[in-house]
Nanobody, 116 residues
Framework: DVQLQASGGGLVQAGWSLRLSCSIS????????IGWFRQAPGKEREWVSC????????YYTGSVKGRFTISYDNAKTTVYLQMNSLKSEDTAVYYC?????????WGQGTQFTVSS
């Protein structure tokens, strides 16, 4: 079984930085993509970023490109999302996601709020 545990939420001010973490336990193969989704109040869940474990390729949705950086620590099997220059529109519940050999796994959401 695969389990994801996210952490790092809270309350920050606009312009600040915050780092989310998501540790992954269980069966992990090289055929792994890990990413983050978010769901703002009253909106659908949207994809934010992902990283491929095998080659480290990173991808971002347009609204966070240049501000967010995703990384993966292979030794700790933990994915990080470094978020800089936070905006009020980044306020959401953030979910980490792992796609392992075609199967999706979700962590519990972590909430953070950006106050303007």
């Amino acid at each position: 079984d695969v389990q994801l545990q996210a952490s790092g939420g809270g309350l920050v001010q606009a312009g600040w930085s915050l780092r989310l973490s998501c540790s992954i336990s269980g069966f992990i193969s090289d055929d792994l993509a890990i990413g983050w989704f978010r769901q703002a109040p009253g909106k659908e869940r949207e994809w934010v970023s992902c990283i491929g474990k095998s080659d480290g390729s990173t991808y971002y949705t347009g609204s966070v490109k240049g501000r967010f950086t995703i990384s993966y620590d292979n030794a700790k099997t933990t994915v990080y999302l470094q978020m800089n220059s936070l905006k009020s529109e980044d306020t959401a519940v953030y979910y980490c996601n792992a796609n392992i050999m075609g199967s999706n796994y979700w962590g519990q959401g972590t909430q953070f709020t950006v106050s303007s």
